[in-house]
């Protein structure tokens, strides 16, 4: 039975008709321990199956580990979004657990994001996020039923995507209990960067630079706080 009813198909086929660049969904799963690892590979095949510029990648965790480890990916479902075609571009862009509900819209943006190869941020930001040289994770963890967790991913995927030095994980916090009650996930969204920057919500572009700073070495810190103040003038 499919996923996606037939108005929903229809929509993001007429969506889709503004792809320009391949995009290649790169999803690892694996048979035990991972009860929503089939019903995410039928939500990405089945929105790839709307598009012969989406191709979908379906690897196994386990028996395939040298090449989740080179994409970084430890869990299962994890996915990588990246742009195709002669030459691969990797971004960054994480999905770890299932894109349903709310997180849906994070999918369908990112993929039309990553097609047309451009964040569009404000020129401001992506300034800032040139001067950044440490490298960050951004983790972002959601529920399927927060409507404002989309926002938080996507505003992570976009930076992700100005800057190599930047990775960003959607993470299912109910698929991966450990981890919120590692970083202490009592309501969604919640941005842990580097492991030691905790922010509450969905910020402004603005902000979310601010907060990035607060990790970034002395150096580099200063330079983008300059740069920061002559462009927002």
């Keep these: 039975m499919a996923l996606l009813s037939k108005k929903d198909q229809q929509e993001l086929m007429k969506e ?7 995009v290649k969904l790169v999803l690892f799963t694996q048979d035990s321990d991972c009860e929503y690892c089939p019903d995410t590979r039928q939500i990405v095949e089945e929105v790839a199956g709307l ?3 989406i191709g979908v990648e379906v690897l196994d965790l386990q028996a395939q580990s040298a090449q989740a480890a080179a994409y970084g990916i430890d869990k299962a479902p994890g996915m990588a979004m ?4 002669p030459e691969t571009v990797d971004y960054g862009i994480r999905y770890y657990g299932i894109p349903s509900g709310y997180e849906f819209a994070s999918l369908i943006q990112d993929i039309l994001m990553v097609s047309r190869g451009d964040s569009g941020l ?3 930001t992506r300034a800032a996020l040139a001067e950044i040289k440490t490298p960050m994770r ?10 404002y967790c989309p926002r938080a991913v996507h505003m992570a995927h976009q930076m992700a995507m100005e800057n190599s030095h930047i990775t960003a994980d959607m993470v299912e916090a109910i ?3 450990h981890l919120a009650h590692k970083y202490s996930v009592m309501g969604v969204p919640r941005t842990v960067i580097n492991e030691v920057v905790h922010i509450e ?11 990035l700073m607060t ?10 706080t300059e740069r920061w103040r002559r462009e927002w003038e």
């Design 175 to 177: 698929e991966f209990p």
């Design 138 to 147: 951004l983790q972002v963890f959601v529920t399927p039923t927060c409507p």
């Design 215 to 224: 990790v970034m070495n002395e150096r580099e810190m200063a330079a983008l």
């Design 51 to 53: 598009s012969s510029k």
């Design 16 to 22: 889709f008709e503004a792809l320009t660049r391949p």
């Design 122 to 124: 404000a020129p401001a």
């Design 201 to 211: 919500g969905a910020l402004p572009e603005v902000q979310l630079i601010t907060r």
């Design 82 to 85: 990246l742009a195709d075609g």
